[in-house]
């Protein structure tokens, strides 16, 4: 299963959520952009590849600008980690239609558990045909 995970202007926490995934969700790819514009490369290029894209995102106005590229997250799952627990932040970041929402703040553990269950129900899918 492939990954993406965008991570601009947090990349010390970008590097340490890979680094949670590659250990606690064996099997997951994880491929890492720094720009949006290298995230709407990826995603064009391997658009019938990606199963997850997470997008760490440092400040609302980034967010806004990654709203702009919804019609590229359309079949993937998104994993939208925010920059702060406002009420305007939390919904320009739903606009995304995401699979699940965590902030900058907390431990990242959340996001590592979900990235399990994405991965497991892939398997078993597989698995079932």
């Given at each position: 299963?492939?990954?993406v995970?965008?991570?601009n202007?947090?990349?010390n926490i970008g590097g340490m959520l890979e680094d949670m995934i590659h250990e606690q969700v064996p099997g997951m790819k994880v491929e890492v952009c720094n720009?949006?514009?290298g995230l709407s490369q990826k995603l064009r290029q391997l658009l019938n590849n990606v199963s997850v894209v997470i997008l760490l995102v440092a400040f609302r106005d980034e967010l806004a600008q990654l709203n702009y590229m919804s019609p590229l997250f359309e079949n993937t799952r998104v994993v939208l980690i925010l920059p702060d627990r406002r009420k305007d932040t939390l919904?320009?970041?739903f606009r995304l239609k995401t699979s699940f929402?965590?902030?900058v703040d907390s431990d990242l553990q959340d996001v590592a558990s979900v990235?399990?269950?994405i991965l497991k129900k892939a398997k078993e899918k597989m698995q079932n045909g």
């Open positions: 299963m492939k990954t995970l965008y991570a202007k947090l990349e720009s949006i514009d919904a320009l970041g929402v965590s902030y990235l399990r269950q």
